[in-house]
Nanobody, 126 residues
Framework: VQLQASGGGLARPGGSLRLSCTAS????????MGWFRQAPAREREGVAC????????YYADSVKGRFTVSRSTYMDTLYLQMNDLKVEDTAVYFC????????????????????WGQGTLVTVSS
């Protein structure tokens, strides 16, 4: 299984960035795919994800209304559009895939990850 992530970089507060993650080689009946992030000295947290079989999306409360998960039509590529970025969004973002049955949305968004992609740094700073 390979998860190839790209995107990230530096943005100003209020700016936008887009992350991409292309998955290959996985075989799951009901996969969930998305992103976690980890800021310095903080635990890794779920950010957003999509149930691939029906494209239902899920978001952490901290990013609702600002981040959007979408999927390409012809490839197993997931996108995370990040708008209205805040300094507290600064973190290393990790693409991850797991089984939908392990997904929890309360109190925090999380799922058991079977495969991680490489992290990509998002820095929001003025």
């Amino acid at each position: 299984v390979q998860l190839q992530a790209s995107g990230g970089g530096l943005a100003r507060p209020g700016g936008s960035l887009r992350l991409s993650c292309t998955a290959s080689g996985f075989e799951m009946d009901y996969p969930v795919m998305g992103w976690f992030r980890q800021a310095p000295a903080r635990e890794r947290e779920g950010v957003a994800c999509m149930a691939l079989y029906n494209r239902t999306t899920y978001y952490a409360d901290s990013v609702k209304g600002r981040f959007t998960v979408s999927r390409s039509t012809y490839m197993d590529t997931l996108y995370l559009q990040m708008n209205d970025l805040k300094v507290e969004d600064t973190a290393v973002y990790f693409c991850a895939i797991g089984e939908l049955r392990t997904l929890a949305t309360s109190p925090k968004l999380k799922y058991d990850v079977d495969h991680w992609g490489q992290g990509t740094l998002v820095t929001v700073s003025s």
